[in-house]
């Protein structure tokens, strides 16, 4: 069960304000997405953000699929929460320590892991621009 902080961080992450102006890099659904672009456009509002983060969910025609990409300047950290459910990181640009428990990762541009399926973190030990990927559980209707 989500904590009430964890669920307002991830609303944050999903929903950041002032983000729906970013329509240049996210085409309409089942278009391309200029990462490259989006990633430069988020790293300048998170760079903007007290917070230090912006993020952006990318449009996606498959049931139960979530990209989020997410963009943190040096030194910001992603506070421990749970784990989404099947999941995998990629570092688009930077380099980034993912924390669970005892154990830590650090990721760099183009390396991808999975998260791991208990509480953790992310911080970011640059500037950097990650693609979160989450599998929603189907649910029966």
Do not use: C, F, W, Y
Not at 14 to 23: A, F, G, H, K, Q
Not at 100 to 116: D, F, M, N, W, Y
């Amino acid at each position: 069960m989500m904590r009430s902080q964890d669920r307002r961080e991830a609303v944050m992450l999903t929903t950041p304000p002032r983000l729906e102006t970013m329509s240049a890099a996210i085409p309409n659904e089942g278009q391309p997405t200029d990462l490259q672009k989006l990633t430069d456009e988020l790293l300048e509002r998170a760079a903007a953000e007290h917070a230090g983060r912006a993020a952006r969910t990318l449009p996606h025609p498959v049931d139960g699929l979530r990209q989020t990409v997410i963009a943190l300047t040096a030194g910001t950290e992603l506070s421990e929460h749970e784990s989404p459910g099947a999941a995998s990181l990629l570092v688009l640009r930077g380099r980034a320590r993912l924390v669970a428990g005892e154990k830590s990762v650090e990721l760099r541009t183009h390396q991808i892991a999975p998260i791991p399926d208990r509480r953790h973190s992310l911080h970011a030990e640059e500037d950097t621009v990650v693609l979160l990927t989450v599998v929603a559980a189907h649910r029966d209707r």
